[in-house]
């Protein structure tokens, strides 16, 4: 395999690392005064989340993003491209008027920074396509088309991503129903069910794929949507020349529930049930984006106490995650025993998790404006045995696997790609970090208190499958050091902010105030009104960037809810990084990036 460079060289160090801006997060305001001075009719719009918020004319829009995206410190990373039905929003002054709104998410990180671009359309109109700019903006702008039914002209194969070809109507529309009670009873017979399988027929010609070349037939194999090696409701075709790949189709939306659409007729409490299902290996993570834009918009400041509670519980939950990638990763690569001993370590976390939240995977636990309620008694005692436990595991497995020649051989310098390539596509979290990207947001832009937390961001540098797996166990490693700041030094106080858009109060004062039991009754029964507005929040998520974009008519519920999953982006690039490849290497990509279903199809 070749002498592997040293992780701790300096030199590779120096040679690799971006200078990331300050460790505080400060959007780059002077990317406004460039793009005014180049480009007229741009109108600026104040959000909750202070992110510059920019409207461009749909014909100098491309104009717009390509010079954002060659700018000497660049926006090399579209983190997000999606849109909003505008029709029945009441709040909006003076804002351009729009029937659809395409925005669009830019990350710089030699800046640190983040700008988002919005486009207005009215009916029928179309926007051109982004994908010779930012090529992941493929997925995205098909994704646009299937729930909106908005038009990008010239994207190379713009079909339906989530849902079933044959589908009718656009489900992101105001007009498409939100519950399954306004829809006709749905039925199978046998005709149906002939109709619908003869659409998963895969048609190579219409992918623009031959059956054949000059010297070779090529053989179709599709793998999925059930197999143990897809991890989840996964299809994949793929396109052979005797065991090489020549192309690849990921085929997602088995497992999509229009989690987007369910924020629509859920309270902003009632829907926090549904975040945890995203990731279902997330558990609270999934919680954390969602609850800290709706608390930007509503200008709700959490108590010290909640917020480190809610780190500690994050990184429970980040050990919990890389401990089943690590086992099913290895069991991928032909190693059987370790899933084994992973899981029963995970049973651990999740005893300390239970004890603290009630649930194990799909907590609920988090609040707008803190918690659900306070540690029980004894939760030191419990935090602290599975400190004493987890380490010397760790050392065990790492003995154990990733000194194992035949691991190796099946997994370094397999899979590989470079930085460029990985900001090119969206690539975030260990996928990022083991091209040499030293970016988490944990560091670059703290948030809860973790700039006040010791730990270190662990970085490799060759871009394979062995990598990205060294990545996830020294965040497990990390995140133990985190806990146990949190163990010695957990600040007393509140748990949850007295605000009246916030959690319940507590329930011995709603007994003897009556302000306080209305405000009680009418937050439970009929939710909170949140202010007119627009909040995005993103995480250092257990598998990448994780974001939720909310936006407020002055309801009771969500008038829009965008979730940007990192899994989404990272099935997005496999066909990039595989074509050429063998079969077996195709399973070692889908082991090493750490995907669940439920995160990319929402």
């Known amino acids: 395999m ?30 406004l005064n460039q793009l005014n001075a180049k480009f007229e009719n741009l109108v600026i719009q104040e959000t909750a989340d202070a992110i510059p918020t920019i409207w461009v004319a749909c014909d100098k829009l491309l104009d717009v993003l390509l010079f954002l995206r060659t700018l000497p ?12 039905d505008e029709r029945l929003r009441q709040y909006r002054h003076g804002l351009p008027d729009s029937d659809f709104t395409v925005f669009y998410h830019l ?18 109109e179309h926007v051109p396509s982004a994908t010779k700019i930012y090529p992941n903006a493929n997925w995205y702008e098909r994704e646009v088309w299937d729930m909106f039914g908005v038009v990008f002209d010239g994207h190379p194969h713009l079909t339906r991503i989530l849902l079933p070809k044959y589908w009718e109507g656009h489900p992101l529309r105001k007009e498409y129903h939100a519950r399954a009670t306004e829809f006709t009873p749905y039925f199978l ?20 794929m031959k059956r054949s070349g000059r010297d070779e037939d090529f053989m179709f194999l599709n793998i999925g949507p059930n197999h143990p090696s897809a991890h989840g409701a996964f299809r994949l075709v793929l396109q052979l020349d005797g065991e090489e790949i020549v192309d690849c189709i990921p085929d997602i939306g088995y497992h999509h529930r229009g989690a987007e659409k369910m924020a629509e007729r859920q309270t902003w409490h009632s829907f926090i049930p549904y975040t945890d299902r995203i990731d279902y290996l997330g558990g609270v993570m999934n919680e954390l984006p969602y609850i800290m834009a709706v608390e930007k918009l509503a200008g709700i400041i959490t108590p010290e106490r909640a917020n480190i509670i809610r780190i500690m519980m994050s990184e429970f939950f980040r050990i919990t995650n890389n401990l089943l990638y690590w086992g099913t990763f290895i069991q991928d690569a032909g190693g059987m025993t370790p899933v084994f001993y992973m899981f029963a370590d995970r049973q651990k976390a999740y005893d300390v998790i239970e004890a603290v939240t009630g649930y194990r995977m799909h907590p609920a ?42 691991l190796k051989g099946r997994t370094q310098n397999v899979a590989q790609y470079d930085a460029k390539h990985a900001l090119a596509w969206g690539v975030t979290g260990a996928g990022l970090r083991a091209t040499g990207i030293e970016f988490d947001l944990r560091k670059a ?8 937390f010791e730990f270190d961001v662990p970085v490799f540098y060759n871009g394979d499958a062995y990598d990205r797996c060294l990545v996830k166990i020294e965040e497990i490693r990390q995140s133990l050091r985190i806990i146990e700041q ?27 105030d009556i302000e306080t039991l209305i405000n009680h009754f009418v937050s439970v029964s009929w939710g909170p009104v949140m202010p007119a507005g627009e909040s995005a929040c993103m995480v250092e998520g257990v598998k990448g960037l994780n974001s939720y974009y909310v936006i407020s008519d002055k309801s009771t519920m969500s008038y829009r809810t965008r979730i940007r999953t990192p899994t989404f982006a990272h099935l997005q690039q496999m066909p990039s990084v595989i074509n050429g490849s063998l079969v077996s290497d195709a399973i070692i990509y889908l082991a090493s990036i750490d995907i669940v279903m439920a995160d990319c199809d929402r």
């Open 445 to 452: 832009r703290p948030y809860l208190g973790y700039e006040n």
């Open 486 to 512: 949190c163990l010695n030094n957990m600040p007393s106080g509140a748990y949850k902010a007295e605000h009246p858009l916030a959690v319940p109060p507590p329930k011995e004062r709603t007994l003897q």
């Open 365 to 406: 636990w988090f609040r707008i404006g803190g918690t659900a309620h306070d540690l029980p008694n004894g939760w030191d005692r419990l935090v602290r045995e599975f400190l004493d436990w987890m380490p010397k595991r760790l050392d065990e497995y790492v003995k154990a696997t990733m000194t194992n020649s035949v």
């Open 2 to 31: 070749g002498n592997r460079p040293n992780p701790n060289s300096k030199q590779l160090q120096a040679k690799n690392k971006l200078e990331i801006m300050s460790i505080h997060h400060i959007h780059d305001f002077d990317v």
């Open 73 to 84: 410190k660049p926006f090399v990373m579209l983190v997000d491209l999606s849109a909003i």
């Open 189 to 208: 017979n046998t005709a149906k069910q002939e109709f619908e399988q003869e659409n998963l027929r895969f048609v190579p010609e219409e992918w623009g």
């Open 107 to 124: 990350m710089s990180l030699e800046r640190n920074s983040d700008i988002r671009i919005k486009v207005a359309l009215k009916e029928g």
